[in-house]
């Protein structure tokens, strides 16, 4: 019997990450055909433990021991990683942590490194927009990654759905009006994802290897409007959506609010620049998801299935 090829999932108990293992263990072809090799700072943690009683196999690593990488990686065929920025919120930590990844890979021998990315928003908007850092950082590892000349795809996930109920999505007190607030045109096309679904992209980027090395592979399940986000709220929930509307915030009102929630300023300002970016150069730069959703093999969650799924909205039904 030939044995499994492993792959290694850094990032393992984080959402993307446990959505690849997932995706990977729950599909009978390819857990026939590989092993999932978690990585986590701490395998006695309960999460590490729900990933142990998937079948995962879990390993210690930290991202700042570049040796405890090399050591989570030997042996594997496959690599997917993602660093958490937000965790540090200190962009130089974020590339050399994926640089080392990135090496680590090279160094190993790995076959086929998935790395999650994101666009160069500074280069993209020709410095209109220089402070997305968690976006550039991420881009910095990718354009590492390909002069390395590693086998390599690039995983760029879209606008979490997530990021819209209870923060941008709300209805305050007296009037108890559900209000989507951003600051953008209620014209911008936002490429929405359901974080859940990484692994449903990033198993059909194991799937189609040859056809997907070097290449970007976006994950979004469509371009929405903030306008048509309502729209489709009040779709799903008719009584408590009769009222809803879109208010395009202003920029020094959207930065306070952050503020005000105890994000620095910098990080305040990068997340107005962030929101910005759908109006002014485009999340992809423009680029059609269509390519991408080519390559599934499951259907990604429409913005409609979440709505109805997401706990901030469970009294509405």
């Known amino acids: 019997m030939t044995a499994k090829k492993i792959i290694t999932v850094f990032g393992a108990t984080g959402q993307q990450g446990g959505s690849v ?16 090799r978690a990585v986590t700072r ?9 990933l142990a009683a998937q079948g995962a196999e879990t390993v210690q690593a930290d991202l700042s021991d570049k040796k405890s990488v090399v050591q989570a990686i030997a042996g594997a065929e496959a690599v997917f990683a993602v660093t958490n920025y937000w965790e540090s919120l200190n962009a130089e930590l974020e590339v050399k942590q994926g640089k080392d990844i990135a090496d680590a890979a090279q160094e190993t021998g790995v076959k086929h490194f998935i790395w999650s990315s994101l666009m160069d928003v500074k280069k993209l908007t020709n410095g209109k927009l220089p402070h997305v850092y968690h ?10 990654t390909r002069s390395l000349g590693i086998p390599a795809t690039f995983f760029m996930p879209g606008f979490y759905m997530t990021n819209i109920p209870g923060q941008a999505m709300r209805a ?6 559900w209000t989507l607030a951003l600051p953008m045109p209620e014209s911008a096309p936002i490429p929405v994802f359901d974080i859940t679904d990484t692994g449903k992209v990033v198993k059909s ?3 189609n290897k040859e056809k997907v090395l070097g290449k970007r592979v976006l994950g979004a399940y469509k371009y929405m409007t903030p306008k048509e986000l309502l729209e489709e709220f009040k779709a799903v929930f008719p009584e408590a959506g009769k009222d809803a509307t879109f208010f395009s915030l202003p920029h020094t009102a959207y930065t306070d609010i952050l503020k005000g929630m105890g994000l620095p300023d910098f990080a305040a300002e990068e ?10 150069g485009g999340y992809y730069g ?3 998801l269509d ?3 080519a390559l599934l093999e499951d259907p990604l969650t429409s913005w409609k299935e979440f709505l109805a799924k997401a706990p901030a909205f469970k009294d509405l039904m």
């Open 172 to 177: 305050d007190p007296p009037a108890h009006v």
């Open 42 to 50: 701490d395998t006695t943690k309960e999460s590490a433990k729900k």
């Open 135 to 144: 976006f550039d950082g991420k881009a910095a590892v990718e354009e590492h």
């Open 271 to 280: 997340m107005l620049e962030n929101m910005r970016l759908m109006d002014e």
């Open 205 to 207: 980027i194991i799937q």
């Open 291 to 293: 390519e991408s959703h």
């Open 286 to 288: 423009g680029a059609s």
């Open 21 to 36: 293992v997932s995706a990977i263990l729950q599909d009978a072809r390819l857990s026939s055909e590989w092993s999932v």
